[in-house]
């Protein structure tokens, strides 16, 4: 198999790979390959012998597997997409621009082709798009023997073989699992049956999110799980490999809008300097023009901070305890959103449960505050004026009215972008601060003038 582009160093270049890395692992390999240009890697990948290379285009950790295949001539990209397995070539196949996409899957087989257009078809982050169609299965009416002569014929081109799915004879519907251990184990002509899983099959939906899939996998603790139409037919498997590479791609997706920015869809050091610049200038500038907002709000209490400058002493105090809070109670509800412990009607618990805590936690803070401004006083650190306990009183009130507002501002705004349905991780904690900044302002200056009036305003 060799690369149209540069057919002579190509096997060269795979041999001096292989020999560099005798004895490393496949994932090993894989890393070793991501550290090259998609042209070095073409090289390389070239003049391999087939079942290596497939082992190393199978790995949804190669970056750039679809760039690599599309340097590949018709008949050699036929042979690899082949050899992998069918959810790895839907989603190479996705990656490629419709003209390649369309030119490497007219050279598969029908069958293959129907196969991968099949899993196509399902919405991206669901069971049907992570699903792999290469599983085994076999009729109830089989033996124990004819089971495990059936498991050696076909395990080279199964996903795995520790599930094996026993099917209705005449309707194809799942009826029951056999687990590889048990199929061991059996008499060799007792009936599968026999040594099939008790109970209905834990089955998922070809719709079902993979975050939901993920949940099942673990808490009935498989390794695969079969995802089934409305007949009860097995369309296909998701293995825990697959389920944990797609959930690791999410958590660091939503752990970067976390942070005020897009998903980089890439490695830190592979992104281009534009494309970091694209990525993060604008979260920043709609940060920016949110902060503006706080300047406004200044302004709009110039006359009270001309009478009292020592107010300005505590904007900072003020304004990062509000926003800490809501950060710390966007973070709580995120996860547990996205772990499944809570749901989007239980809104109203979580508000009742922050109110009395954003009440507790102000409280905390403003005595820490009040403390302070006294005991500085007492020692003769700082004067902060003849109405320096109205002052005291006043930070202690703002910052039990900041926090609590904060804790339920941070808490309610994953909710509410869930029900408009968009990304919850996008109520991302420099986002939430922003907002609780300005009207944390609003709040200190409308305490100060309930407080101060009469005295120093």
């Known amino acids: 198999m060799n690369i149209n582009r540069f057919p002579l160093r190509a096997g060269h270049a795979a041999r001096a790979f292989i020999n560099n890395s005798r004895g490393a692992t496949i994932a090993e390999r894989v890393d070793a390959l991501n550290a090259l240009t998609i042209q070095d890697a073409g090289r390389v990948l070239s003049g391999m012998p087939l079942d290596y290379a497939v082992n190393i285009l199978d790995r949804p950790e190669l970056r750039n597997a679809a760039q690599i295949l599309a340097l590949v001539s018709a008949e050699d990209a036929a042979r690899l997409l082949h050899g992998m397995s069918n959810d790895r070539v839907a989603d190479v196949l996705l990656e490629l621009d419709g003209e390649t996409r369309a030119r490497l899957f007219s050279s598969l087989d029908e069958p293959v082709r129907i196969a991968i257009q099949h899993l196509m078809g399902y919405p991206p982050r669901t069971a049907g798009g992570i699903m792999t169609t290469e599983f085994v299965s076999v009729p109830d009416s089989w033996t124990v023997a004819k089971t495990l002569d059936h498991v050696r014929q076909v395990e080279r081109s199964r996903e795995t073989v520790y599930a094996i799915y026993v099917l209705d004879e005449v309707s194809h519907a799942l009826m029951h699992v056999v687990t590889l251990r048990r199929l061991i184990t059996g008499e060799p002509d007792a009936s599968i049956l026999s040594v099939a899983q008790k109970g209905t099959p834990v089955s998922a939906d070809p719709l079902m999110k993979q975050e939901d899939v993920a949940r099942l996998i673990r808490k009935h603790d498989l390794l695969a799980l079969p995802v089934t139409d409305e007949h009860g037919q097995v369309l296909g498997i998701v293995t825990v490999d697959d389920v944990i590479d797609t959930m690791i791609s999410d958590t660091t997706e939503a752990a970067q809008r976390f942070g005020g920015m897009e998903a980089l869809g890439q490695p830190y050091m592979k992104i281009g300097f534009g494309g970091m610049i694209r990525k993060r200038a604008g979260w920043l500038a709609a940060l920016f023009l949110g902060e503006m907002l706080t300047a406004s709000a200044m302004q709009h209490f110039e006359g009270e901070l001309e009478k009292a400058v020592v107010l300005t002493l505590f ?6 305890s509000g926003g800490n809070s809501g950060s710390q109670a966007t973070s709580l509800i995120i996860r547990a959103l996205a772990l499944g412990e809570l749901k989007l009607s239980d809104w109203w618990k979580v508000l009742l449960r922050e109110l009395p805590t954003g009440i507790v936690l102000g409280a905390i803070l403003g005595l820490v505050g009040f403390v302070r401004i006294v005991f500085w006083q007492s020692a003769g650190l700082y004067d902060y004026g ?59 200056f409308s305490v100060a003038l309930l407080i101060l009036s009469g005295t120093l305003l």
């Open 386 to 444: 003849p109405h320096w306990q109205m002052v005291a009183i006043t930070v202690f009130a703002a910052l039990i009215g900041i926090v609590t507002f904060g804790s339920i501002c941070g808490s309610m705004l994953p909710f509410l972008l869930q029900k408009l349905r968009l990304d919850p991780a996008s109520a991302s904690a420099p986002f939430v601060a922003t907002l609780v900044d300005v009207t944390g302002l609003v709040i200190y």
């Open 315 to 320: 904007i900072p105090l003020i304004m990062s």
